[in-house]
Every structure is written in C-alpha cells, then in structure tokens.
C-alpha cells in the first residue's frame, strides 16, 4: 500500500468554488474509535478511497491521521475533512491547530463548522474560517448542518459562501429544491448517513441492485454519484468498506435514478 495506484474511485469528483476537486466518494469515520480509527481508515485507503471524513467531535483525528501517514501516499491524493464542534467558536483557530496536531497534517482539504452554534448561523465564527483559509490551514471552508437561510446569512456577512454543506442525505431525504438552493449559492451538497437514511430492504432498491448484481448499499452510493451529491459511508469492516466503494462503479439508468429519487419521504 505504499503508492497511489490512482483506483477508479478517486475519479468521480466536484469541483469546489474555490477550486480544488472533492472526490465524490469518502470514507466516514463516526463511531470508528480513536483506537480503530487507524485500522479502518488504512482498510480504506487501501480499498481505493482518497477523502476521509472526520471531526474533532469523533475523537479519532490521531487514528486517522496515522493511517494517512502509514499509507504513503501524497499528501496532495487524499482529501481530509475535519469540522470544529458548535460549541468552540471563540477558539476556532486553536481547534483547528489542535485537529491538525492530531492528524499530522499541516492543514485540511476541508474544514467544517459542525452544527449551527446554538442553532445560529453565527458569523463570526465564519469569519475565522475565512482567516484561516486565508492562512493555509484550510484549503476549502464549509458548514455542515447548515439551513439555505443560515448560509445566506454567512454570504451576506462575509461575501464567502460555504463551499460545502455537509447534510444528512439518502434516497429517504431527497429533496430536489435542496439540491437547487445549494447548487445556486456554489454550494456542493455532501450527503450523510447515506446507508442509514433508507432502509437496505427497500424494494425498489432491492430491485434496481438484483439488477446491476450489486448490494443495496451499493445502489445507494451510485444514486449519489450520479447526482453529483458527495457520499461518506461509514464502516468498520473491511469487507464492506470494500463493497461499499465499488457502488462507485455501479452505473444507474435515467429511469432508476428517477425511481429512487421517488423513495423520498419529504
Ligand atoms: N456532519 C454531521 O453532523 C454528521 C452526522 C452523521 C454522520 N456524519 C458523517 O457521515 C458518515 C456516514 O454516516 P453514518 O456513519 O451516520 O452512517 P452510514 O455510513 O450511512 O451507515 C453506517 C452504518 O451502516 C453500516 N454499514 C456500512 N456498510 C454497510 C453495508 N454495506 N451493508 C449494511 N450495513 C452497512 C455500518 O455498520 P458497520 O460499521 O458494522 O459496517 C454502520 O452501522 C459518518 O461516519 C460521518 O463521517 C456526519
């Protein structure tokens, strides 16, 4: 596993407003204990994945930041979110300096405010992640959990739209007019909780993945894909954080695309 052998997965990608490209698969970490965290997170680098996804929240920035470090691979292929815990605005730049500390990295791909500080969109706090961008530490600066309201607020604070919104996403939450707001603010849409959002049993997709021989999960992660919608699935098994990642490669028609976009509840 000590080079990058530029794996499929790495291919489908977005482009960020500011520039650089987030691969459109990641790998999530919650749950994934500090002590886990290297184990699974290298399961995943070698399986073909270059984004990680974690947060000073998860505890786990030390464990992942080894399995990066073990892998090899250039700082430059793999691109790493971490997000900043609602309740440290006031201490934004320490909590960054300390996530990078843990991760051993000199800064982020992507760096997210975690939730709305008590449930405000809160500028200020935007306003230091504007600065540390600025400085280097962050090459991109997003938000996560964050109303279209809310970031129509941060725009008209700063000038600087997130260049992500990091939401809870899945089949289950499709929501059309979501996926318009955010795309015209330049906002990329990264989905979580994409295999917990709609039941693995559902028949459609039951259906669609009998299909394509394909898991359910599988189906799930295409249908993101295929929307241009950034997806982290979460495992700590290697044999499904292998799995998971081929869903990459599962190719959905127009029609199942538009069958799954139905499974939506809202
Ligand atoms: N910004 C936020 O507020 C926020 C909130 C939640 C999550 N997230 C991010 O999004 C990532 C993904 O979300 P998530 O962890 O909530 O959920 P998820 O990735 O949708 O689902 C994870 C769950 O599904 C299981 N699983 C994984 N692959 C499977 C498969 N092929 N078949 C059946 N079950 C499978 C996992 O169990 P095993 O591990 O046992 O396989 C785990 O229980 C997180 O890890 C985190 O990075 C962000």
Redesign the pocket.
Known sequence: MSTDNSSDYTRPSVPLHNGPQMPLLGF????IPNEEAAAATGFALEAGYRHV??ATGYGNETGVGKAIAASGLARDSVFVTT?MPPDHVGRERQTLEESLTKLGLDRVDLWLV??PPNKQATPQAWEQFVRAQQDGLATSIGV??YSIEQIDELIAATGVAPAVN?I?WGPGLFDQAVLDGLSERGVVLEG?????VTP?DDPTLVEIAAAHDA?T?QVIIAWHVRHGIVV??????QE?IV??AAGVRVELSDDEVARIDKLSTV
């Open positions: 999530g970490t919650w749950q996804d974690t997000k975690h939730w996560s959990n990091q809870k979580y909780s994409p295999l917990r693995l898991t999960a982290i699935p979460k495992s700590s098994r499904r799995a998971n």
